[in-house]
Each structure stands twice: as structure tokens, then as C-alpha cells.
């Protein structure tokens, strides 16, 4: 099993990155997961919270206020120590797993120092407004990231999703078969 972790900013193309993966792969005959770590944050905050399910400015100002000043302030690992758990129970399943949230270098360093067969891939979004407040785009989940961890490889989403699907088709094929 192969893990391929993706960072980048709110916005840069984590996700779409991490569909786009999965469709490659998937269409030539691998098996592939995408896990988020904030799926437990998630599931959390709709049950227990009353989260609607929308990143709005209210739904992240939420998930950055339960997942990083409560959880991650008291557990940093609690994220990390889910997505193993599943990893080690369950990597006969699949040959790909994609992780597309990275925001702290533990989410990061943890998977490639436990031994799991991993690359980092960061998504860079060039001329983007955020969204995001100032004070969203400050928190540690946004900047935790900005000095640390250095990718493996730079994903450039600096046009349409059609060039950013071109682009990690033909990495894919270049970089991870093989791998």
C-alpha cells in the first residue's frame, strides 16, 4: 500500500488533486481510498455540533475551533492515531491511499516515520483570492505548514481543472508506477 499525502492552502485544490488520483488510478485497475483526516472532525461536528455540512465562514470557524483549538490542543495526534488505525487495519485493501487535508507537520511526518510507503504532494493555487477571513487565514490549520515538511513534488493548479488533470495524469504515469 502506497500513501500519497496532499497539503496545501483552504481553496488550492486538495481535493479535486486527490479525485483526479483517484480516478487515474482507479481507471487503471488499482485499488484506491481517498481518507480525510478531518473525517472523524467532521462526523463530530454534524452529530454533536449541528454543523450543516457547509464550509461557509461559520462551518470552518467551527472545524478549525473543535479539530485544532480543542482536540489538536489537547491531543495533536488524535487526527494522525484515527487514519493509522485504518491504515494498519486495513492496507491489504487497497494499493492507494490518499490523504488530502495535511495541514500539521505531524499529519505528515507520523505516516512517512511509522514506515508507511508514502510521498507529499503540495498543491500550489497561484493568483487566489481566499475566501477565508483574515483571522481563518492565520490559524495554525492554514500556516502550520508554510516553513515545514518539504513536498516531494509541487502540484501547479494555475488554470482550469482540465490542466490540473492533465498535469497529475501524466505525473502519474511518470512518477508513481514504478514507485
Not at 492552502?9 to 487503471?28: C, I, M, Y
Not at 461536528?45 to 467551527?62: E, I, N, S, T, V
Not at 510521498?119 to 500550489?124: A, C, D, E
Request: hydrophobic residues 35%; proline residues 4%.
Amino acid at each position: 500500500m502506497k500513501v500519497i499525502l496532499i497539503s496545501g492552502k483552504a481553496q488550492h485544490g486538495k481535493d479535486t488533486t486527490a479525485n483526479f488520483l483517484k480516478e487515474k488510478l482507479s481507471s487503471d485497475g488499482h485499488r484506491v481510498v481517498i481518507i480525510h483526516y478531518a473525517d472523524l472532525l467532521k462526523h463530530i461536528c454534524k452529530d454533536y455540533f449541528g454543523w450543516d455540512g457547509k464550509k461557509d465562514k461559520a462551518g470552518r470557524k467551527l472545524l478549525q475551533y473543535i479539530g485544532t483549538d480543542i482536540i489538536r490542543k489537547k491531543n495533536p495526534s488524535m487526527w494522525v492515531n484515527h487514519v493509522v488505525t485504518l491504515l494498519k487495519y486495513f492496507y491489504e485493501n487497497w494499493d492507494y491511499v490518499i490523504i488530502p487535508d495535511c495541514r500539521f507537520p505531524n499529519e505528515i511526518n507520523t505516516i512517512k516515520n511509522m514506515g508507511f510507503d508514502a510521498i507529499h504532494l503540495r498543491v500550489i493555487r497561484t493568483n487566489f483570492v481566499s475566501p477565508l477571513s483574515e483571522e481563518q487565514q492565520k490559524h495554525p490549520s492554514e500556516t502550520a505548514l508554510d516553513d515545514c515538511c518539504t513536498p516531494d513534488y509541487f502540484v501547479p493548479n494555475t488554470s482550469t481543472l482540465d490542466a490540473l488533470k492533465t498535469w497529475i495524469e501524466e505525473w502519474a504515469e511518470g512518477n508513481l508506477y514504478g514507485w
